[in-house]
């Protein structure tokens, strides 16, 4: 059975940081893309930050290149999402989501979804 569980989600003051987790289950991480997605009250969901499967090819959201940097563990079946300097404007729920092969980091190309951590960014 396949699951995606999101944790590190959280309430922080504009310019500091969070890291989420992503614990993938039921299938085997090295031969999928797993992405970050976000989607803010009234907004359309979007493609955060990509990871490839086996050459690890990592996309980014124009507006997070340089804040946020996405990795994976293969042994531990995680992908986390470091994000620095967060501002305002990143408050979302945040979803991870696997496909085999997309194209990119667009959230139609994804089958498989968590259930998503929400992100507020506040002073």
């Known amino acids: 059975q396949w699951q995606l569980v999101e944790s590190g989600g959280g309430l922080v003051q504009p310019g500091g940081s969070l890291r989420l987790s992503c614990k993938v289950s039921g299938f085997q991480l090295f031969y999928y893309w797993i992405g970050w997605f976000r989607q803010a009250p009234g907004k359309e969901r979007e493609g955060v930050s990509c990871?490839?499967?086996?050459?690890?090819?990592?996309d980014y959201l124009d507006s997070v290149k340089g804040r946020f940097t996405i990795s994976k563990d293969v042994a531990k079946n995680t992908v986390d999402l470091q994000m620095n300097s967060l501002r305002p404007e990143d408050t979302a729920v945040y979803y991870c989501?696997?496909?085999?092969?997309?194209?990119?980091?667009?959230?139609?190309?994804?089958?498989?979804w968590g259930q998503g951590t929400q992100v507020t960014v506040s002073s």
């Open positions: 989501a696997a496909a085999y092969n997309p194209f990119g980091c667009m959230p139609a190309d994804y089958n498989y």
């Open positions: 990871i490839g499967s086996a050459e690890g090819r990592k």
